[in-house]
Nanobody, 124 residues
Framework: QVQLVESGGGLVQAGGSLRLSCVAS????????LGWFRQAPGKEREFVAA????????SYTDSVKGRFTISRDNAKNTVYLQMSSLKPEDTAIYYC?????????????????WGQGTQVTVSS
């Protein structure tokens, strides 16, 4: 049974930093892409960043480039999202997801597994 468990969300002031973690279990993820998505109230879920588990190659949405960094620790089966220079518009529930259906897929519907989400709130 695949499980993705996020943690690390919270309340932070604009300009601050947070690190989200996603612990993956239940299978080998070497052929998977792990992604981070976010969903703000009243908005659709949107792609934030993704990492190819085996190669470590990454992809980001334009609005977070230079501020967010996705990484993984193979030994801990964990994917991280380091978020810096946070803005109020980054406020959302952040979800970890996994897919075997391609390298850097940005469509939520093509991800097979999802975590429960962690709330990130950035105050101005």
């Amino acid at each position: 049974q695949v499980q993705l468990v996020e943690s690390g969300g919270g309340l932070v002031q604009a300009g601050g930093s947070l690190r989200l973690s996603c612990v993956a279990s239940g299978r080998t993820f070497s052929s998977y892409t792990l992604g981070w998505f976010r969903q703000a109230p009243g908005k659709e879920r949107e792609f934030v960043a993704a990492i190819r588990w085996s190669a470590g190659t990454t992809s980001y949405t334009d609005s977070v480039k230079g501020r967010f960094t996705i990484s993984r620790d193979n030994a801990k089966n964990t994917v991280y999202l380091q978020m810096s220079s946070l803005k109020p518009e980054d406020t959302a529930i952040y979800y970890c997801a996994a897919t075997s259906r391609g390298v850097f897929i940005k469509t939520p519907g093509r991800y097979e597994y999802w975590g429960q989400g962690t709330q990130v709130t950035v105050s101005s």
